[in-house]
Structures are given as structure tokens and as C-alpha cells.
């Protein structure tokens, strides 16, 4: 599976931005896919994850009520809807992919992962 990041970009606080994580060459459909961040000098981080179906999502406190993650029904794409937007939000951020079903923010349990795509956040 190979996944590819986009979406991201400069935006000014407050702002917005949807990120897209599309599969190739094998569906994911069956897949969790979650949303990983890592700023600059900072460990990778959970963001958000969604099961196979779209049904459950689980978000980092950080983000809660701000980041909506989705996905397409029948297709290999998952969104992050960022909102809200804060400097402390500036990250080079993830989309991977589980070999399970279910959502987890155990990053050890993604074993696809794509390339990231920046966001950068100004104040």
C-alpha cells in the first residue's frame, strides 16, 4: 500500500485546512487510518483515527473539537478537517494505515505510512 499526503500548507492562525491521504495500488477500505504530527524537535504524536467504516474516530485532547478526520465511503481517501488553527499546530503531518479494522492511537499498530505534508501555522 502505498499512501500519499497532501494538503498542507501556510495558514495564518485561526485558520483552516483539509488534508488528504490517498491509497494506491490496494484499496483500504477494510483499513484504520490515522493521523500522525511531528514538529520540529518534537517526537511523532497521534492526531486522530478512524476505523474501517467511518463509524468510530478518536482525536488527541490537543486537537478535540477543532480536527475532524473522515473518509470516503467507498474510496481509499481519509480528510483531516483542521480547524482553529494554532502555531503550535506547525508539523510535518502523517497519514498511515493499520492492518486492523479498528482505530488505535498506538502508532506501532500503523505499518503503511506516507510521505507527510507540511502545515505551518503563522501567528
Known amino acids: 500500500v502505498q499512501l500519499q499526503a497532501s494538503g498542507g500548507g501556510l495558514v495564518q492562525a485561526g485558520g483552516s485546512l483539509r488534508l488528504s491521504c490517498a491509497a494506491s495500488?490496494?484499496?483500504?477500505?477494510?483499513?484504520?487510518v490515522g493521523w500522525f504530527r511531528q514538529a520540529p524537535g518534537k517526537e511523532r504524536e497521534f492526531v486522530a483515527g478512524?476505523?474501517?467504516?467511518?463509524?468510530?474516530?478518536t482525536y488527541a485532547d490537543s486537537v478535540k473539537g477543532r480536527f475532524t478526520i473522515s473518509r470516503e465511503r467507498a474510496g481509499s481517501t481519509v480528510y483531516l478537517l483542521m480547524s482553529s488553527l494554532t502555531p503550535e499546530d506547525t508539523a510535518v503531518y502523517y497519514c498511515?494505515?493499520?492492518?486492523?479494522?479498528?482505530?488505535?492511537?498506538?502508532?506501532?499498530?500503523?505499518?503503511?505510512w506516507g510521505q507527510g505534508t507540511l502545515v505551518t501555522v503563522s501567528s
Open positions: 498511515a494505515t493499520s492492518r486492523t479494522s479498528s482505530t488505535t492511537t498506538d502508532s506501532s499498530r500503523y505499518v503503511y
Open positions: 495500488k490496494r484499496t483500504i477500505t477494510n483499513n484504520a
Open positions: 478512524i476505523n474501517w467504516s467511518g463509524a468510530t474516530t
